[in-house]
């Protein structure tokens, strides 16, 4: 069974602290993505990379960075937490090629950060 | 930059169709998508549709594509309390490398019995 695990669903963090949100796959992909999810905004993409140590800002990518040091894991970094960044974060992984049948793009089950 | 959007909300009673509707501005975008997330979940795909089709059906699932419009829309028939759920378009174009997807604003879906 295909798996995008998430270590952490919930984090309480404090202004200006910095945080490390993990996501590891375990289907050998080359492509992983984080995105975030709020309210009417639908998703939004930070950073995605495309290959180990590659990476590519996408549409918000202001306050975070990201690290792939090895295939399997796509690390997010808030390097000062913010209250404007108590969201709802999502990774996901996929093979090359377009997002359909056995290119499905695959998601994690998302971490709620909240910063107070 | 692209743009997909949806209306928030929608509320059927169970046994009705549901229709869910997109508009997008890239005239570009090669493939659509209807991702659905359940409560405390990720996203999955439901289904997809290529851009030189103007409808799929798959089970209780109908998507229709009006390319001039740029307008995509999803039925589902027979709509259940299980499809309960927030649904996303999204589309994907080769000038992005296909799968950095564009998502909509999604549609909250509640079934009542």
């Known amino acids: 069974d295909v798996k995008v695990t998430q270590s952490s669903r919930y984090l309480v963090k404090r202004t200006g602290e910095k945080v490390f949100l993990e996501c590891v796959q375990d289907m050998d992909h080359e492509n992983m993505f984080w995105y975030r999810q709020d309210p009417g905004l639908g998703l939004r993409l930070i950073y995605f990379s495309y290959d180990v140590k590659m990476k590519e800002k996408g549409d918000i990518p202001e306050g975070y960075s990201v690290s792939r040091e090895k295939k399997e894991r796509f690390s997010l970094i808030l390097e000062s937490a913010s209250t404007n960044q108590t969201s709802m974060y999502l990774c996901?992984?996929?093979?090359?090629?377009?997002?359909?049948?056995?290119?499905?793009?695959?998601f994690g089950e998302g971490s709620w950060l909240t910063v107070v | 930059g692209e743009d997909v959007e949806q209306s928030l909300f929608l509320s059927v009673r169970e046994g009705d169709s549901s229709v869910i509707n997109c508009t997008y501005t890239?005239?570009?975008?090669?493939?659509l998508y209807w991702y659905k997330q359940e409560p405390g979940a990720g996203l999955q795909l439901l289904t997809y549709?290529?851009?030189?089709?103007d409808m799929k059906q798959d089970q209780r699932l109908t998507v229709l594509l009006n390319k001039k419009d740029k307008h995509l829309s999803l039925r589902i028939a027979d709509t259940q309390t299980g499809d309960s759920a927030i649904y996303f378009c999204a589309e994907s174009n080769p000038d992005t490398g296909f799968q950095k997807l564009v998502f909509g604003t999604g549609t909250r879906l509640l079934v009542s019995p």
């Open positions: 996901a992984s996929s093979p090359g090629g377009p997002a359909v049948s056995g290119n499905t793009i695959y």
């Open positions: 890239d005239s570009s975008s090669t493939y």
């Open positions: 549709i290529f851009s030189n089709m």
